[in-house]
């Protein structure tokens, strides 16, 4: 990591077992267009649109670079013969020093492990000095869940929030898991 990283509020990178949480990349375009492409990746999230519009991804990149809100993570497995895009994981700050965790991995790698070694890893480094960590899956997918716990989550609640992908309400299950 240079300083104009740091400088420019970028995340560092983290260690986490079989990849590393790097800072997103230009290069990254192409791997995460085709991930994020794919309906079964966009319905389980909020905010991926299914089909992705032209320039979405590059939009994504470039904010992801600007390093300003959002602080976001590609899994990189590169050093251990793994893909250089393994999926994503973010950090969205909210106040009182609290964050809300999300992520993604691609459809190839899922039951793997990928996405609980991401969330221990980065929960772990624990980069912006929350003291507590907010997450919420669609109650269809409890997989992500037990990501969630396995990390040390606790079950907060029952809710529901928009899917973009779905363009409709899903019920959610949210999680908290407090560092101090």
């Known amino acids: ?14 260690a986490a077992g079989r990849f ?7 290069s990254d375009a192409g791997l995460c267009a085709m991930y994020a492409g794919d309906r079964r990746v966009a319905e389980a999230t909020r905010s991926i649109p ?10 994504f990149i470039a904010r992801a670079m600007a390093g ?27 106040d009182r020093g609290q964050s809300e965790i999300g992520y993604w991995v691609a459809p190839a790698l899922w039951n793997t ?6 969330v221990r890893a980065l929960v772990a480094a624990n980069p912006l000095s929350d003291r507590t960590i907010f997450a919420e899956v669609f ?15 606790e079950y907060l609640g029952d809710a529901e929030n928009f899917s973009v992908a779905r ?14």
């Open 1 to 14: 990591m240079t300083l104009d990283m740091i400088a420019a509020g970028r995340p560092a990178e983290i």
């Open 20 to 26: 590393l949480l790097r800072p997103v990349r230009k």
């Open 50 to 59: 299914h089909p992705l519009p032209p320039g979405a991804i590059e939009a």
């Open 68 to 94: 300003t809100g959002e602080k976001i993570w590609v899994m990189d497995g590169t050093a251990t013969g793994l893909g250089e895009v393994l999926g994503i994981i973010s950090l969205k700050p909210m």
């Open 113 to 118: 492990g990928i996405a609980s070694e991401a």
């Open 139 to 153: 109650q269809d997918n409890p997989g992500s869940a037990r990501v969630l716990t396995n990390a040390g989550f």
């Open 167 to 180: 363009n409709s309400l899903v019920p959610t299950w949210t999680y908290i898991r407090k560092l101090v």
